[in-house]
């Protein structure tokens, strides 16, 4: 059962954390699974202006951090540690102050409209908990909501449409929950199995996109009926596209993490409309986008091992990478810049082993 008075406390909250002070400085946190460190990115200069090390916190070097969402006001921050089953939150100081155990989290998304954290299961969990949480992060108390499907991974929340979305990565199953009762809508999709990596959903709330990492397409569905999202395209983007960010009401950003690149794709006519390539993409993997600036995470050599469907560990020439040129490729995981107008890089900052999520406000 839900504890709804306690729902309506927690409302209360909302018009404070609106009317807070919005923080000057931008930044951008880099989750480096393999090192158990957080990298913190000043989104103005470009450079890292510190390093959270995991293990000095008390947590073991198999920690694996892996995600990171930041409160609305970049208040806090939050990472998700698949080897400690666990999620931190961090202040502005980058100074921990709260944790709730959570087994095998994955992705995390802050609500924007109340002081509730969403969090999903890890990939590298074979056979996971089928629920999703919710974590007040005033408290750092956790609900869980049952989905029931298996390997609950893609997750997003809209604070206009009040929908959690969730998705299983072995079968062709999606939910959407009301995000007060938790009530689900399930969905069945068509075809091989997508696994669905992860969602976005466009700033005015019409489109929500998923990206499936086995078949290559981003999947485009209109929300009209947000309890039944409607899928209107699937579009081929290439070897296993990742985590997706809007730019604006049609244009979705991600990485392709087989092919090195990252693309665009305008969700209205279905069209790849742009293509970005480096060297330093050496399987890209999270995206997020400040002033205009799209920050993208690859997890480098000796990056992500993942069971695949079957539960088996996925290699290297598996996972996309087998005939890809080495000899311009980073020797560690980056975090790579772009010029969102034209395409440039503008920085390449060098993270450590296996940079995975990566988040901003």
Do not use: C
């Not at 923080?23 to 000043?42: H, K, R, S």
């Not at 200069?45 to 990171?68: C, M, W, Y």
């Amino acid at each position: 059962m839900r504890m709804l008075n306690s729902r309506a406390l927690g409302a209360l909250t909302i018009g404070a954390l609106v009317a807070a002070p919005v923080a000057a400085q931008e930044y951008v946190y880099a989750a480096v699974q393999g090192d158990a460190q957080v990298a913190v990115i000043d989104a103005s200069t470009l450079e890292e202006v510190q390093r959270i090390d995991l293990q000095e916190l008390g947590f073991s070097e198999n920690a694996k951090p892996h995600h990171i969402a930041v409160d609305p006001d970049g208040s806090h921050w939050y990472v998700s540690m698949i080897g400690e089953n666990r999620v931190l939150r961090f202040d502005r100081d980058n100074e921990l102050v709260g944790q709730v155990e959570f087994e095998v989290p994955g992705l995390l998304i802050r609500a924007s409209d109340s002081d509730r954290l969403y969090v999903g299961r890890s990939m590298a969990a074979v056979n996971p908990p089928t629920s999703i949480g919710e974590i007040d992060v005033t408290a750092m108390s956790l609900e869980e909501a049952d989905v029931f499907f298996p390997r609950p991974h893609a997750l997003e929340y809209s604070a206009e449409l009040g929908r959690i979305f969730s998705a299983s990565l072995a079968q062709n199953q999606m939910g959407s929950l009301d995000a007060e009762s938790f009530e689900m809508e399930l969905q069945n999709l068509e075809g091989p199995v997508h696994t669905l990596v992860q969602f976005a959903i466009s700033p005015d709330a019409s489109t929500l996109v998923a990206t499936g990492e086995m078949t290559g397409q981003l999947l485009i569905f209109d929300l009209a009926d947000p309890a039944q999202p409607a899928l209107r395209a699937s579009v081929s983007v290439g070897a296993r596209p990742w985590h997706p960010v809007f730019s604006d009401d049609r244009t979705v950003w991600f990485a392709v993490k087989g092919d090195n690149a990252v693309v665009a794709v305008d969700v209205r006519t279905g069209e790849v409309v742009r293509r970005l390539e480096s060297p330093s993409l050496y399987a890209p993997h999270g995206s997020t986008i400040v002033d205009g600036k799209l920050f993208v995470s690859s997890n480098g050599p000796g990056g992500m091992s993942m069971p695949g469907m079957g539960g088996g560990a996925m290699d290297h020439a598996a996972m996309g990478h087998g005939d890809m040129e080495m000899a311009d490729a980073p020797e560690v995981g980056t975090v790579t810049v772009f010029d969102l107008a034209t395409g440039e890089v503008l920085a390449v900052l060098e993270m450590g082993t296996n940079a995975t999520g990566i988040g901003s406000r």
